[in-house]
């Protein structure tokens, strides 16, 4: 974060709640960074940097220093941050989410 704006994402690892290809928690977790990662870039036209790590399981992406269109990337990512606390609330053995 720089102050109130969000400047990107880091998601790792897999959730453990079940084997791997029936992992509700995992899947929904991808569902919704794919969403945001699509939506930042595609729709919005960002051109965020993602890198992704398939041997740890990770997407980053990091917004550049200013977009043309910020108050909806924002938002994109500030509903990323609520769905993905709301799943924390309700699988808390296996989702952390950390603001850093």
């Known amino acids: 974060m720089d102050g109130d704006r969000i400047t ?11 084997e791997a290809g029936s992992d ?3 899947a ?16 919005c036209g960002a051109n965020a940097k993602v890198r992704v790590k ?6 980053t992406l990091t ?5 043309d269109e910020e ?8 509903g990323m941050m609520l769905t993905l606390c709301s799943m924390r609330d309700d699988y808390s053995d296996y ?3 950390l603001e850093v």
Do not use: K
């Open 8 to 18: 990107g994402f880091s998601v790792s690892g897999h959730s453990g709640y079940a």
């Open 24 to 26: 509700i928690v995992c």
């Open 28 to 43: 929904a977790i991808s569902a919704v960074v794919t969403m945001a990662e699509a939506t930042i870039n595609e729709v």
């Open 54 to 59: 398939e041997e740890d399981a990770r997407i």
């Open 63 to 67: 917004l550049p220093t200013s977009c």
């Open 71 to 78: 108050d909806a990337i924002q938002a994109v990512l500030a």
């Open 95 to 97: 989702i952390e989410v």
